[in-house]
């Protein structure tokens, strides 16, 4: 029976047309899975299916998702966490399917360095209000002042960078950032991954390993498409035990003319 494919023209590109046929007559697609967007069970044969290829620099693995979750797409994903992910599918799944990625309760923090002077910034995914609504964020802060490259004088250049990249100051938290051209928020497999540069410059912030986040704020982004990013120099922010202390510090900074923001859209699942 024909499955209820979608392959995009970039997948097909990728797998090639004639793996492609093969899914959209269903030799090779799988009857049901797990969506790797919300995690919940779909049938190819039921029910519009997108097609997402994860490609890492030598390996390759191909998944499915609601259609009504996620468009068919290519995630371009670090050789180490394509694995990483291959080897959870295999022990949840027995070797089958797509799975992979678990929620934490309220919100959860990662590091990764950063250059000019290898700081570690520290990246919190919380679920903020703005407009009464409750919308997902990321939140980055670096642990140390950053300089540009080559300077040894004191002082922290952090803000004026990314100011300098796009992101725009914000003044109230309660009114949404602006959009950041070209740039994107990666999650794959359900896990935060990365913040996507635009064209070939590739991650400006990739996660050590892939971070889980919380149902809560999968399900927000599922639905809204985007995340609003916050950046703050180093002390401005902190790590908040909880969601409405971590608004409240982002409105500080904010007041104190520390904050910059951006909204960007979701890449991958």
Known sequence: MPAMLDVSDEVRAEIGDQEAERLLAGDNAPGTYDCTSCRTPGDTTKERTSTVLFVGDETAVLAFAHATCIPSQVVPVSEQQLKGAVESIEFENGGTGSGGGSGMSNFAAAQADAAPRQAVLGITCGLVL???????????EPTGPIARPGQDTPGDEFLPILI???FLPVSDQAVPPLPLAGWSVLLAMGQLHAILQPGAAGAWWQAHQPLAVSDGWRAAVNKSNEVFVYAAPAGSIGQQPREDLLQAALSRAAERGVLVGATMPLSGT
Request: proline letters at 7%; one cysteine or more.
């Open 164 to 166: 300098e990249q796009g």
């Open 130 to 140: 703005v407009k009464d609504q409750i919308c997902p964020a990321l939140v980055i």
